[in-house]
């Protein structure tokens, strides 16, 4: 919908019929026209915006020119109708749905003669060489007769029904619509006199309060909801001085009644699909009947078609009141180099028989150590690895490798430690960490880590370790296994820092509060053992619990 339009029966969306850019506006809010006049025109491209607007003056003018003539002479042609009956009826006429639209063809009733209709109310839709568009009854009334069927086309302004004020007039209107051949509407007989009704209830369009602009606007200014007031303009329309009475008091709020859902049941043979539907079905040969609609009373949308075909998924509903399905990703991502190298080096360790064994270190004088050093630019990473380093001088076959011939003893400890970076896993490497002071390290690692970000690591830099800390204890992990490497003998899975309690005996009510962190050490079983891991972690205990001033020689 582009616009609101206030006719002498109610206030109406109108929609618009082609895609493009509104070029200029040709009718204000506020301002009036007569009917058939142009109220905006729309540039099919962006950059055709400002020609089109440039060019508003001309267009409408030559327009206005040819109108009579164009009138005239279907006036002459337009054979003889029978006389219009005694009483007081609307006859609906095929609309224009676009610009170019010549003919309609009724796509389905969505109400049945001698049903009862509100203004605003869907009665039809109709499709156009644009889309299907429903169409809203402009007055209260009967539906008295249908003379232009389900599937049947009509020209523009031909008569496809008329609504008749009264029940009791149906039969007559029956009679006289069997005359009508596609003549314009006749003047309507002048109401006949009735006795003054009680203030109707608001009538709606949909959801929509049928209420004046300046009472909408009122309203709104009030902070009044509309839908609470009784209406006493045409038909139950809510007027300005209804609003200034509602907020007086002077008016008793009226509860809405929920409006009834319009129902249709297609006519036998009578598939209901939208124009782009049909056209999609028939290029990939579907039978629409094979396809369960999801568009408005059923209708099989494009997308349908393209759920069917495979092409698109089929649209989640969502429950009254429940959130908005989340759009997840879906389909194939090529992985890039690096993440096909990390999956390659998955796949390898699969022929390494490992084991694993965990252990909780202390890590209140670790911590205290950190505070003291973090303002020289000492990180935990640096710690970790210094620590680590240490530990392996003390079990050299922890930092050995397997070869078919033997133990490989490497001499150099250099601590590889995991990154995750963008698109990948990267384990940037500290080279003789057992021999290096922690200050230089973590000048280091913050080096590497900054090259690892930067795609600018050389392969000596993240190929040469000889032992892998994986430290996800920033993520609050409480513990986790880390997978071998190959090439290696042994990787560090590192969690987080917790709170415990546990017993003391020179505490005051025999417990204390301390901070531990699991470790988890996996092993090639090949040539390291239970045994060796075990005295392994033992000695990293040690010194990260009781030697943590150790770590600064």
Known sequence: ?????????????????????????????????????????????????????????????????????????????????????????????????????????????????????????AIMVVESDKADMDVEAFDDGFLAAIT??????????????????????????????????????????????????????????????????????????????????????????ITASDVENA????????????????????????????????????????DLSTIAGTGQFGRVTLDDVKAATGEAKPKRKVAA???????????????????????????????????RASRDIGMDKFNALYRSVKDKGVSVSALLAKAVALAIEKHPIINSQFSEEGTVFVPD????????????????????????????????????VGKARSNSLSPDEYTSGTFTISNMGMFGVNQFDAILPSGQGGILAVAATREVIEPDAQAVLGLKKTQKMTVTLTCDHRQIYGADAALWLKTLADIMENKAESLLL
């Open 247 to 286: 907020k007086s008091g002077g008016a008793a709020p009226a509860k809405k009644a929920a409006p009834a859902k319009p129902s249709w049941t297609p006519a036998p043979g009578v598939i209901a699909a939208t124009p782009m539907a049909r056209a999609a079905a028939k290029k990939a040969k579907l």
């Open 413 to 448: 400890i250099n601590i590889a430690m995991a990154v995750a970076i963008d698109g990948g896993l990267i384990t940037p490497t500290l080279k003789y960490a057992n021999e290096r002071p922690v200050t230089e390290l973590a000048e280091n690692w913050k080096e590497l």
């Open 1 to 121: 919908a582009i616009m609101v339009v206030e006719s002498d029966k109610a206030d109406m969306d109108v929609e618009a019929f082609e895609d493009g850019y509104i070029a200029k506006i040709l009718v204000g809010e506020g301002e009036t026209a007569p009917v058939g006049a142009d109220l905006a025109l729309v540039a099919a491209e962006e950059a055709d915006i400002e020609a089109v607007a440039s060019g508003a003056g001309a267009a409408p003018a030559a327009a206005a020119e040819e109108a009579p003539a164009a009138e005239a002479a279907p006036a002459a042609e337009a054979p003889a109708a029978a006389a219009a009956p005694d009483c007081e009826f609307t006859q609906v006429d095929m609309p224009a749905l676009s610009s170019t639209m010549k003919e309609g063809k009724v796509v389905s009733w969505l109400k049945a003669e001698g049903d009862p209709i509100s203004a605003g109310e």
């Open 148 to 237: 232009t069927g389900e599937g049947d086309s009509g020209a523009v302004g031909a008569p496809v029904a008329l609504i008749a004020a009264e029940e009791a007039d149906i039969p007559a209107l029956q009679a006289y619509a069997a005359t009508l051949s596609g003549a314009p509407a006749p003047a309507a007989a002048a109401p006949k006199a009735a006795a003054p009704a009680a203030p109707a209830a608001p009538k709606s369009a949909g959801d929509r309060v049928v209420a004046s602009p300046l009472a909408k606007k009122r309203a709104q200014e009030l902070g009044l909801d509309l839908s609470a007031i009784v209406g006493t303009g045409p038909n139950g329309r």
């Open 321 to 355: 009141g429940g959130a908005e399905p989340v759009e997840m990703p879906s389909g194939l991502v090529p992985f890039t180099g690096m993440q096909r190298a990390v999956s390659n080096n998955m796949v390898a360790t699969l022929t390494t028989p490992v084991f």
